[in-house]
């Protein structure tokens, strides 16, 4: 994007956004009104859009044929709609053989990637969900996308949508004057920013009615995006489709420290199926009801958010497209991510270890790099309890998509279930030193029991301004019995001690100056008064060493959408073969290539058969998956096929293999072929399918072969 | 089971079922009505189950303490109930990092076994499913459990559950006669074979009602066990979660019998989660409300079910439980697959050929062989379209537990989906040599255009009695045009040929005998009476080559319950130390182990720490999942946490390794060590965690190497 044509034609674009971020900036500083702010940055978005959509409008057409592309996945069943035979259900697909093998291949190498090499703790959580657990996180009230519905026939549509398309139409209609098709491009353009009453409000002034019908239309409606149900019979406990996998992970952050025998940092990882009922599903795999995600989250402690390998991946260079950058009409940067956390751009190092794996990862798989990048949430965009939020973006024919998030999400969701639970979500941090803290407790005298329950202790603790303060050992002997409360009271001892363990830190002292100034104290029991003395209760105070504090972990969420990724897989990597329009294929990287090796007898001979069963025993007992195809058909033909569902390497079996025991070995992408023995094939075809060999050095140590005759 | 003192016991009760299996079979064969063979079922059912009972009682007890294998799994988070800090929802479960990691191998260890090596084609469907595809495999109507409810607070129970504890505390209490306590156990045993109109009569006569609360209780309802939802925004596409994974196979039947280039027979498979809203969820893994199942559909020709891979099984040795053995009362017996299959006790090679391969593949995963038998369904039990059915049943403390069935289906399923869509869902199978066939088709005269189109004459085709015979190449040219059609008349030209071509078979003869006889025909078009000559219709008889006729495959089912194989196999793997009662430990094969490798320093010593990452490095590189524990403890201590998570194979650095570079290799089950050199290390680790070189081999070949003191 370096091009002084281009740049040009950007230059007052650029100019426009970075006037608009300036004001936000200076508003934000001055302390002025939120509406204001929230007006101004509105329209910064709106002109970050338009500067976008020129850019991407200027880079050099790369004659990418959509449909071409998609004719290829559907014929070779990569995915298709679900249940086409009954009509089908959009925004839910199927994974064909090619499809489902390629997304087991990715979630291998990313198990091996992530879980693997750092030591995750993997779970897999229950996808039905309690209201209470998605109440707590958020979800049961904010989780929702405006829709108006057709007032006679009850069709839904996507508030956003429907305007903008309804908008769309009125500027290109004929009376349509210049004032009018400003008016409906600046408000196109700032849809994304707006609310419900001013989305209403232009319902109402452009007299939108419903589409094909021309009915009238029900005022915006949020519609949560969560399916319901019920779980049991009962009907009484509601459940919804967890609307992501990090929930699971969060309720069972207790179990997981205690598997990670209470140490941090330590991160879980989750596979596994999330739902959104999208009110209008569109962009094939991009926006779908039915989603495989692959959810980090890596718990580490609030003060130190340093990371042991950061030093690692100090040097990868991605690019980088900040806030900042955003803001003054800049183009995203290329960055050493060691370089972003010095400067502070990226918030902390286990962030950029993140950014720098997912990076690594994507471009492992087959994401291109160079259409690659990762945009930091601006301010406004933000969820308000995360710290720092960066989106691993692919560039799409679809423009720019969201296929990784990256947010420090801080103590936000530990806090809110322990909110919501009463269970504390926490860790033991131990102090750099034990340190002695004064504790104030009560006991009756004469009893051989503490009257206060550990739960109580905790409790008195908490209230003693020592929360976040575990107690640690020693609790001083107290041998005193109930007696003397029990004599006096009888039945109503047991009140009498209930009273007293529920008091709180200001009725302790109270209890403690009144005994000590009168030796009497009146303890309000069940509306009653009863009064004490020293014979029934006595406080003390003590000392107590400690030696770790109670710190609730914050959060850093690597959080990926496989299926998002894998269509920027397919995008970045569908290709024509020079010279013959026709024939298309994907070079998907051996690693996540559905099948990583064909099988081809020159031609239908019973001596190749033997041939062909031993080498595909072999290669199976290595796990390298394979397709024979003994079709008829030239091998030319035959290879065009299993290019097209990225087959990397093919083995040819022809007369010479029965002379000489040797076979063709074929690589996709160059159409290169050399000529290897039987014997050493399997393992070559492993180490080059998993990557621990090039197809340059078996190129070079075998002799060349030319392409065979079709 | 062949202890004589045992057999004594059972004798009569074998007697005893083998009387009533008599009375079935010969109920059977006089023809005698329905009622009376079910009742004779339902008692024979009773008599089994007594039988079955008796036997599980008299093996011997070989001290399995659940309670602390549950602590076991709980403790060391295996899995656990899932919402636990909200109070937890029965019946759902989640999977922490060992029981995730033993899963994800055991399905990595299914799709070699299974996907690869037997080259199936594997998808992934959508979860979320439209009713009418759930209406046509009848799981709307059929699918569900009889409970009731209490009247007044709601509260459902299960229906059989609710009678058989009623009825049990009924036998116990003091008064109740020899008689009432022989009825009610009489009932017990018959519950599973009755009636809903049979439970609501005993629900009177006992006058139950519902626990607890004491109230009265409904009429039993059937409770459709689909958790249901509204897919999109309108609420009105009713969808439900899917009950199993296999209907998703069905729905994409074309496109996979395209993707295998139109060739039967090939298999299918899937793994993925489905839902039961289960009335009352109980016995852990075994019964849950979410599962994941690895299904396969073998799709076949009906008239040949050989299975070209069947002789490399036919050895195999299953313990089979006949339908036959349940009816005489016998146990299950040890047979040769081939000899199943040959004696027709197995219908066919294909069912039997995956049953030898369920069998080997729970053997490998973990399951004894000991422990393991195939029970057939008896004709009562079957799916009324099933041929023979099979499940594999593991014993555990619960009883023996289905956990993969194997069932014939035969056209079942892709008959009621083509009747559902009308979306003809077969294959076409290449005559032994082409035939020819007479095909009558009419023609406008003189018109350049056959009037029929390819659909209309598919139409005809099916009329004519040749459905199922696909046309093959030659359509005899016809030079008529339209033309006198068209000009006699004029705007009623399309109307005519639109009746001509919509005329059934008799229609088209009556056609042709007309024309013949008294050269004017007349046509009913929308009503009016219309005469046509020759000039405008011509009836032809041709004849045909037709190659190929089409066929509905049938369906091998082979279906596994993944979570219930787990418990089995941890029950199966639950051990003692020897002479140590406190330290329990699961034996599990390394091939689904959790983890393969653990890494342990003897201490904490600064010198170990680049051996431990250097090995690490090496093994993670091979893609062995290993744990590093460098607490504090003794190696003893640390060992035995290993073992309790089924570590099979921990490597221990010393102050030898400083010197000699060698390390301590230990086997988990045998507490065998062996001194091996660091170098060699991370490929015998490799190798014995995928089984490529077992123990006893690595045993003999290193020094071995006494107990580290603890």
Redesign the interface.
């Known amino acids: 994007m370096a091009d002084p044509k281009i740049e040009e034609a950007l230059a007052p674009l650029r100019a426009a956004v970075k006037e608009q971020g300036d004001l936000v900036r200076s508003l934000k500083q001055s302390g002025a009104p939120d509406l204001d702010v929230k007006k101004a940055v509105v329209e910064l978005k709106a002109r970050k859009k338009i500067l976008e959509d020129k850019e991407l409008s200027l880079i050099p057409n790369v004659t990418f044929d959509r449909a071409k592309m998609e004719d290829l996945l559907k014929r070779?069943?990569f995915f298709?709609q679900?249940?086409?035979?009954?009509g089908g259900?959009?925004g839910?697909?199927?994974?064909?053989?090619m499809?489902?093998?390629m997304?087991?291949n990715m979630l291998?190498t990313w198990?091996?990637f992530f879980v693997?090499?750092e030591?995750m703790?993997?779970?897999?959580?229950?996808?039905?969900?309690?209201e209470?657990?998605l109440k707590a996180s958020g979800h049961v009230d904010r989780f929702a996308d405006l829709?108006v519905?057709d007032i006679k026939n009850?069709?839904?549509f996507r508030l956003d949508h429907l305007i903008k398309a309804h908008l769309e139409k009125v500027a290109m209609e004929k009376g349509a004057t210049p004032e009018l098709k400003a008016e409906c491009a600046d408000i196109v353009v700032k849809l994304d920013g707006m609310t419900k009453d001013e989305m209403a409000a232009i319902l109402k002034k452009f007299n939108i009615k419903a589409p094909l019908t021309n009915n009238d239309l029900t005022e915006p409606i949020e519609?949560n995006l969560m399916?319901?149900?019920?779980?049991?019979?009962?009907?009484?406990?509601k459940?919804f489709?967890r609307p992501e996998t990090a929930q699971?992970i969060f309720?069972?952050f207790?179990?997981?420290l205690?598997?990670n025998?209470g140490k941090l940092p330590f991160a879980?990882a989750q596979i596994g199926?999330a739902?959104r009922?999208e009110?209008s599903p569109r962009s094939g795999l991009i926006r779908v009801?039915?989603f495989t995600m692959a959810e980090i989250e890596h718990f580490c402690d609030p003060n130190d958010k340093a990371h042991p390998k950061f030093d690692t991946v100090r040097d990868t260079t991605l690019m980088l497209y900040s806030a900042c950058n955003q803001m003054d009409g800049k183009s995203a940067e290329a960055v050493k991510i060691g370089d972003a956390v010095d400067k502070g751009l990226v918030a902390n190092q286990t962030l950029g270890y993140f950014m720098a794996r997912i990076h690594q990862f994507l471009v492992k798989v087959g994401v291109d790099p160079a259409k690659l990048r990762f945009r930091q949430h601006m301010s406004n965009e933000m969820a308000h309890y995360a710290c720092d939020c960066w989106d691993a973006e692919c560039l799409t024919s679809y423009g720019w998509v969201e296929c990784v998030g990256c947010a420090d999400r801080s103590a936000f969701d530990l806090t809110q279930?322990t909110k919501?639970?009463g269970?504390r979500?926490a860790a033991e941090k131990k102090l750099p030193e034990p340190q002695t803290i004064d504790v104030v407790g009560m006991y009756h005298v004469e009893s051989y029991e503490l009257i206060l329950s550990a739960a109580a202790v905790c409790r008195l603790m908490a209230k003693f301004s020592i929360l976040n303060i575990y107690y640690g050992c020693h609790i001083p002997e107290a041998q005193p019995n109930k007696g003397a409360v029990g004599k006096e009271f009888k039945k109503e001892a047991k009140q009498v001690m209930d009273a007293l363990a529920a008091l709180d830190k200001d009725g302790v002292e109270q209890l403690a100056k009144q005994l000590a100034e009168t030796s009497i104290y009146t303890l309000s029991v069940d509306g009653k008064d009863v009064k004490l003395t020293k014979d029934h209760v006595e406080v003390k105070k003590y000392q107590k060493t400690v030696h770790v504090e109670e710190i609730t972990p914050n959060v850093i969420e690597p959080s990926f959408g496989i299926g998002r990724i894998m269509y920027a897989i397919f995008e970045h990597n569908f290709k024509t073969r020079e010279g013959d329009e026709q024939r298309t294929f994907f070079s998907l990287p051996p690693v996540v290539a559905p099948y990583k090796c064909s099988l081809l007898p020159l031609m239908n001979n019973p001596e190749f058969i033997p041939i062909i069963k031993k080498l595909s025993q072999d290669l199976?007992q290595l796990?390298v998956?394979i397709?024979?195809d003994d079709?008829a058909g030239s091998i030319g033909r035959r290879y065009a096929r299993t290019d097209e569902i990225a087959i990397p390497f093919g083995i040819t079996i022809d007369f010479d293999t029965l002379k000489d025991a040797t076979a063709t070995l074929r690589e996709r992408d160059s159409c290169q072929q050399v000529r290897i023995p039987l014997s050493e094939l399997p393992t070559i075809v492993r180490d080059l399918a998993i990557g621990r060999r090039q197809w340059s050095e078996v190129e070079s140590k075998y002799p060349k072969q030319g392409e065979v005759k079709e």
Do not use: W
């Not at 399916?227 to 406990?237: D, E, H, K, N, R």
């Open positions: 070779r069943f298709d679900s249940f086409a035979i009954y259900i959009t839910q697909f199927d994974f064909g053989p499809g489902c093998a997304k087991a291998n198990r091996s693997l090499e030591q703790l993997e779970v897999d959580c229950s996808i039905l969900t309690p209470p657990v829709m519905k009850g069709n839904c519609f399916f319901a149900t019920q779980i049991g019979p009962s009907g009484l406990v459940g489709l699971g309720v069972n207790k179990r997981l205690e598997f025998q879980a199926n739902f009922n009110i009801r039915e279930h919501a639970t269970v979500l199976i796990d998956s397709k024979v079709s």
